[in-house]
């Protein structure tokens, strides 16, 4: 949404961002944006559980009366040559729809995952009213095949690990509808999914744009919600040429105790330099990153190996010394790692993860996925067959290859840079 923002303010528009109190952006990283808190009436116990769908749900509804109000007092004090051109939401925050609706302004929806995953969220509610349960398959199907839907199987759909599923059922439902907004926003390719977006359109009664990779178009500025460790680069510098593999499993992941010890030691038995962010919270149970490296480790990896709390990931992966990515397959990291004709190891969390992780490796084939329970050897031999192995040579070239459609889809002329001045266009016309 940063990304978007930014770009529309480099066409012209004045940005006001109207967030939540919980996960609030920084606003002095984007001084040219206007940051307009409102109150979430989210209670600590439910932030606190990390459960997804009930928080959005939850600010679904709190935050519906006060966005309502503070849209109302902008419009009535906006001067006549900065009225409220439109309101651009994210999908999450699908109440947005109706009070733009009901003061008379346009909306446009903003999707920030893939098609694919909004397919697979889809096919979820068919086989709910099929009479199935997908969180409940049998263990003996999961590894089949979802029937048209290749190249997922059950085990790869976007389902929930919170309860009740109700919840999730219902933030689905929410979600698959456009209702009353006039364009789609869609932070993806042509190049990535071209038959895939054909279907939606066919189905779709309002333009969609597909605008991505976002952070291709935006100026350089960091969007993160996490503070950046930029002491990292010098040590790249120091590394030879396509020789370090960046670990990162994203902002919400957590991970055992034990899972970190496996990732500690086989990246130590891989004898192959690394990156990696070990940020506060990742193990359940610890904020401390010191406590949870297991004993020996730093010693034993000395200078070959970096951890950091968080990173600049858009410009690690765009550094030279970069060969590989092991990520959590969050589709920013996904896209990211994409643009920059980097292969990935693939350790999905939950939900849209899992379906993007499935496209990495058997649609775009430019990674592979650790699926088995963490064990070091698997750990080092997986790194050693991505960084140095022809195995991993292969997907470097594939990964190479699908960089240089996405820059042709993002240069003038290109699929993404057309839909961009289209949308552009779009808002202009409100």
Known sequence: MLQLGTILHSRGFSISIIHTQFNAPCPKNHPDFRFIPIPDGLPEC???SGNI???????????????????ARMMQSEKPNGKVSCIIYDELIYRAESVANSL???????????????????LILRLIDQGQTPHKTADSIMEEPVPEHYPLRYKDLPTTIFKPVSNFVEMVE????VRTSSAVIWNTLDCLENSLLDQVKQQCQVPIFTVGPMHKFAPQLSTSLLKEDYSCIPWLDKQAEKSVIYV??????????????????GLTKSKLPFLWVVRPGLVRGTRNIQESLPDGFKEGVGERGRIVQWAPQKEILAHKAVAGFWSHCGWNS???SIAEGVPLICRPNFADQKVTARYV?????????????????????????????????????????????????????????????KLIKTIRSF
């Open 46 to 48: 439910l932030i606190s």
């Open 53 to 71: 769908p009930a928080i959005l749900l939850a600010v679904n509804a709190n935050c519906h009366t006060p966005l309502k109000d503070r849209v």
């Open 104 to 122: 008379g302004i346009p909306s446009i929806m903003l999707r920030t995952n893939t098609v694919s995953t909004f397919l697979a969220r889809d």
């Open 174 to 177: 929410n979600l698959r509808l």
């Open 248 to 265: 990162s499993l994203g902002s919400l992941a957590c991970i055992s105790q034990h899972e970190l010890a496996e990732m500690a030691w």
């Open 334 to 336: 996904t896209v990211e």
């Open 361 to 421: 490796t058997h649609v775009w084939k430019v990674g592979m996925q650790l699926e088995e329970e963490l064990e070091r050897e698997q750990v080092a031999a997986a790194v050693r067959r991505l960084m140095v192995e022809k195995e991993g040579m292969e997907m470097r070239k594939r990964a190479v290859e699908l960089k240089a459609r996405v820059e042709i889809g993002t240069r003038k002329g290109g699929s993404s840079f057309n839909d961009l001045d």
